[in-house]
């Protein structure tokens, strides 16, 4: 068993900053990926950005290019998010997720990931 724990969520106002923390404790190992999706209200949970173990690759959705970075400390065990010019449609649960095995180009899709954290709220007030 793998658990996860994410924080650094909390109440932003537009164009401000946050970073997410995702620390994984139990059964990790090395070579995982390790992604972020979130959940808005009423809505789906949507893939917004992996790393694999080394760091080198990376995936992004369109909607965070260029104001999300994501970035991994595997001495640490944690996946960071930091977020950057938040808008409020950027308002939701934000989850971490933790996959053993898969190409990178697969960590968009949610099945692949075998678990996840509790998520931690992003708030942005316009």
């Known amino acids: 068993q793998v658990q996860l724990v994410e924080s650094g969520g909390g109440l932003v106002q537009a164009g401000g900053s946050l970073r997410l923390s995702c620390v994984a404790s139990?059964?990790?190992?090395?070579?995982?990926?390790r992604g972020w999706f979130r959940q808005a209200p009423g809505k789906e949970r949507e893939f917004v950005a992996a790393i694999s173990w080394s760091g080198i690759s990376i995936l992004y959705a369109d909607f965070v290019k260029g104001r999300f970075t994501i970035s991994r400390d595997n001495a640490k065990n944690t996946v960071y998010l930091q977020m950057n010019s938040l808008k409020p449609e950027d308002t939701a649960v934000y989850y971490c997720?933790?996959?053993?095995?898969?190409?990178?180009?697969?960590?968009?899709?949610?099945?692949?990931?075998?678990?996840w954290g509790q998520g931690t709220q992003v708030t942005v007030s316009s």
């Open positions: 997720g933790v996959a053993a095995r898969g190409a990178i180009r697969t960590m968009v899709r949610y099945d692949v990931y075998d678990y």
């Open positions: 139990g059964r990790t190992g090395s070579g995982d990926n």
